[in-house]
């Protein structure tokens, strides 16, 4: 198994936290980082934030994120729609091509009745989505997030919801820090094959203090990260691995000294 | 659906950890609680608990627990079988009918070697089980607890290793806990059947601000506990309820209170 590319190597912009767009990008330029993935509440507004990154040689692979569909009245709802619709808009004017989902919890005790809005919500976007160039990844999170953030929890059911709708606009995010426990993992990634739209990267950290904010480095925790790799590639995928980590010690550290780890963490362990 | 029957109540001993075991049996007694799920660590020598057990006219639900069968050496994997040994030689002094085995982790990155680790121990201990007249429960884990407790999380998984078993002496142990943010779940608790050998219950508590910590009093939380006992009961299971809560708050309060809010939760959300 060979290392992977530099060129492939994206920061998830949740990794610098704390700095400004224009610090991060600065920071990527300067250690031969090619992509980001952006996130919404730090584009704002998008037309601008779209210059910032192209001015800096950049590109977006993804805009995090879209999502959170079920809500207890269809006035909800319909606003939640109105703000993908928004998401979408504003991937394009990135010129990310892809918008991740995070689907959302259940407003009450009924997963399977979230479950249906969230397909419900995701059809609603599929026409506006194929229009504007931007494809949907539905990212399963970690059963733990399933109370507080999303109701799709493993990749055979991001599969399945997936398959209900065009493979040239809905796929699957495969984050090594969500899927890696699932004894389908391997067999629900060749299923995905080419609706593999992005391919996340982090550890999971022995012990685990936090649910949200205990992600490690690649190659600090106990993911078979390159197996994973190996496995996405083995399906077709073969664009951007975005490191995505929620930890705040990261996010005390300048941000160029955080991408020189993140490269040298990307180089030995994914 | 009807409330469960006061007689299928059972007091899962990690529930008023800090109390001795005299203390707890005797509060079950006073508040009319039949049932004991038992801890190893609290019932040396088995002997002895045993009488004080019935002395107190209680009886053995389940003995937690056995398992962790993966290890870095030979060696290390026979000291795990030779102890699950003696476990199965507790739960029948018990007269526990069920031993509750939860998995391990694996000793490194690989957890499909892990996996076949688990299968090879329970092989290992089926016939001293069946010849002891103790029934082997594999508990699915949360998968939250994959790194450092199980490499078995899930409901589907558990029923693929059972099914390579006599069903008479191997099945699995439904704990809402573990299995409820799961789509496959009522599918696979439908398949399992007669194999569901328990059935625990607590509560997904929002937020949860510890992994293991935070388990809440049912209908505390956000689990259809209901909804998920049916569906146990429609596969056949009508057996002891155990309430197995771990809960540091919980551990503060005389076990006798404790043991009369269980009592409140089981027939207001069980």
């Known amino acids: ?94 010129n990310a091509g892809l918008l991740v989902l995070v689907c959302g919890p259940a407003p009450d005790r009924d997963l399977v009745g979230a479950r249906a809005m969230v397909v419900d919500g995701l059809g609603q976007l599929v026409d506006h989505a194929s229009k504007s160039g931007v494809r949907l990844g539905i990212e399963p999170l970690h059963p733990m997030y399933t109370a507080e953030r999303s109701v799709v929890v493993t990749l055979q059911q991001a599969n399945e919801i997936a398959a209900l709708f065009s493979a040239a606009t809905v796929g699957v995010v495969v984050d090594v820090y969500h899927v890696w426990w699932d004894p389908q993992v391997y067999v629900e990634i060749a299923r995905a094959g080419r609706r593999i739209f992005a391919f996340h990267v982090s550890d999971w950290m022995v012990p685990t203090n936090s649910l949200l904010m205990s992600r490690g480095m690649m190659g600090q925790g106990v993911i078979e990260i390159r197996r994973l790799r190996q496995a996405v590639e083995e399906a077709g995928y073969d664009g951007p691995i975005e490191v995505e980590i929620f930890n705040e010690e990261v996010w005390r550290i300048p941000p160029q000294q955080v991408i020189q780890k993140v490269r040298e963490c990307y180089l030995k362990a994914v």
């Open 1 to 94: 198994m060979t290392i992977p590319a530099l060129s492939r190597l994206s920061l998830n912009q949740i990794t610098t936290e704390k700095h400004s767009l224009q610090e991060t990008v600065d920071a990527c330029a300067r250690e031969g980082v090619g992509w980001l993935g952006a996130w919404r509440h730090k584009i704002e507004p998008a037309a601008t934030a779209a210059k910032v990154i192209q001015n800096a040689g950049l590109r977006v692979s993804s805009l995090c994120r879209g999502g959170f569909f079920p809500a207890a009245t269809a006035q909800e709802r319909k606003q939640r729609i109105e703000d993908n619709l928004r998401a979408i808009d504003e991937a394009a004017t990135l």
